[in-house]
């Protein structure tokens, strides 16, 4: 069995022409169609629809580009028995 992902578009006459790429020719296939509507790409998309709060990134973009950041003591590394 093989998975081949294809983009493609159903005309206006509500056909969707499949071409499969690979070189299969002259052959008996089983074929399965699981499809998804994708979403125009001029729909762009605001960080609030995407779940964020109300002006995150006005607040916090470049809030520490004057501060360098410090990673702090990590202490001591546990040792533990081996597992078997």
Request: hydrophobic share 35%.
């Amino acid at each position: 069995m093989q998975s081949i992902k294809v983009r493609s578009r159903v005309g206006s006459d509500g056909m969707l022409h499949l071409q499969i790429p690979g070189g299969i020719k002259d052959t008996d296939l089983e074929v399965i169609v699981v499809f998804q509507p994708v979403a125009p790409a001029t729909e762009a998309k605001t960080p609030e629809d995407l779940g964020w709060p109300p002006g995150f990134f006005e607040r916090t973009f470049g809030c520490f580009q004057d501060e360098p950041l410090v990673r702090g003591d990590q202490g001591e590394y546990e040792e533990r028995e081996e597992l078997l």
